[in-house]
Nanobody
Framework: QLQLVESGGGLVQPGGSLRLSCTAS????????IGWFRQAPGKEREGLSC????????NHVDSVKGRFTISRDSAKNTVDLQMDSLKPEDTAVYYC????????????????????WGQGTQVTVSS
């Protein structure tokens, strides 16, 4: 079974950057649609960014558009989330998740359709 592992979280000052990585051992992520989600204390888990299996399509929600970028690195078997211009309200536990969909179809951020989830990595934006 696909097991996802996130890394790259930490403490950063407002306006700073972090790069999160999602990887899996024993499975290639190229077959999966990957999404990044986050959950802040007392709030529901929200979808942020996704990328389809071919890498031809990405989507970002408005709150992170222009600040977050999702990308694949097939050689490293990772899907990364580059986060720039971070704000205190970006503080949350960040999760990567995966589902299998039709090749080259657009990705989505419907949480219920993501079958596999990582354990999460904490991101704290504070001065």
């Amino acid at each position: 079974q696909l097991q996802l592992v996130e890394s790259g979280g930490g403490l950063v000052q407002p306006g700073g950057s972090l790069r999160l990585s999602c990887t899996a051992s024993g499975f290639t992520l190229d077959y999966y649609f990957i999404g990044w989600f986050r959950q802040a204390p007392g709030k529901e888990r929200e979808g942020l960014s996704c990328i389809n299996s071919s890498g031809s399509n990405t989507n970002h929600v408005d709150s992170v558009k222009g600040r977050f970028t999702i990308s694949r690195d097939s050689a490293k078997n990772t899907v990364d989330l580059q986060m720039d211009s971070l704000k205190p309200e970006d503080t949350a536990v960040y999760y990567c998740a995966a589902y299998m969909g039709p090749w080259n179809s657009p990705c989505h951020l419907l949480r219920r359709e993501y079958e596999y989830w990582g354990q999460g990595t904490q991101v704290t934006v504070s001065s």
